[in-house]
């Protein structure tokens, strides 16, 4: 019990790393982008095309590792405004993300481009994909009522899982993206190069930082048995008033 206790008080420094190493990916995302790719624009041209990496980062990889690490902030919180939150986090991510495709199709368009060539763009769109879907199952499931206790008990452990494994996916597509930026960019910039390198480092730690964040046994929420038994009677009323039940 004291060795839980103590993994406990260690949770809040764990969180504040994995801020740490979010911020600065963004951070260098923006400097990568903005000082060494010349900035941001929406007309067309290279600097329109900047706008994607920024935007995934700060969506698919930030967001998304922040919407999954609620549970372990919030441990305490209301179940249903930390669920509100998950999906909200979410859902932000999401918009973001939309932008950042928008950004790099409209380039590739209107620059004669061929789009969806490379294994970076086919990750990409199929991580974008799923993590649209996990979104929408999630709010089915676990924010709407018609899901039965025994439905969410079931597919809980698979929106966990896979949450995990969109994370990881998005931060492979993005070291991807940053293998391709590298070797396309004319002339070679070693000072670019390095800081994208740096940039894929920090984007591993985090993903990793957050996957043990939120499969370590310690930190998860502790169980709430006020939580618990509204659940129970809100089930029981629900299947006391279907027609079907025995």
């Known amino acids: ?33 903005g000082h060494y790719g010349g900035g941001y624009a929406w007309d067309g041209s290279r600097l329109q095309f900047n706008v994607h990496p920024l935007c995934m980062v700060m969506g698919l990889v930030f967001l998304y590792g922040d919407g999954v690490l609620v549970y372990r902030v919030f441990r305490n919180e209301s179940k249903r405004s930390v669920k509100i939150l998950h999906a909200l986090i979410h859902m932000m991510a999401l918009v973001i993300s939309i932008v950042g495709l928008v950004a790099v199709f409209d380039y590739h368009n209107k620059n004669n481009f061929s789009n969806m060539q490379s294994l970076h763009s086919w990750c990409g769109m199929l991580t974008f994909v799923l993590f649209f879907l996990q979104w929408l199952l999630g709010l089915s499931f676990f924010l709407f009522p018609w899901a039965s206790a025994t439905m969410r008990t079931w597919y809980l452990p698979l929106h966990a899982f896979f949450g995990l494994v969109l994370l990881a996916t998005s931060v492979a597509t993005s070291l991807m993206g940053i293998t391709e930026v590298i070797f396309s960019s004319r002339p070679p910039n070693p000072g670019a190069e390095a800081l994208a390198n740096i940039l894929g480092l920090l984007l591993v730690c985090f993903v990793v930082l957050v996957g043990y964040l939120a499969t370590k046994e310690e930190f998860r929420r502790p169980p709430n048995p006020e939580e618990e038994a509204l659940s129970v009677h809100f089930n029981t009323l629900n299947e006391g008033s279907d027609p079907s039940s025995p």
């Open 1 to 33: 019990m004291a060795w839980g206790q103590a993994g406990v008080q260690t949770l809040p420094w764990y969180v504040v790393g994995s801020q740490v190493l979010g911020v600065a990916c963004i951070v260098m995302t923006g400097v990568w982008m």
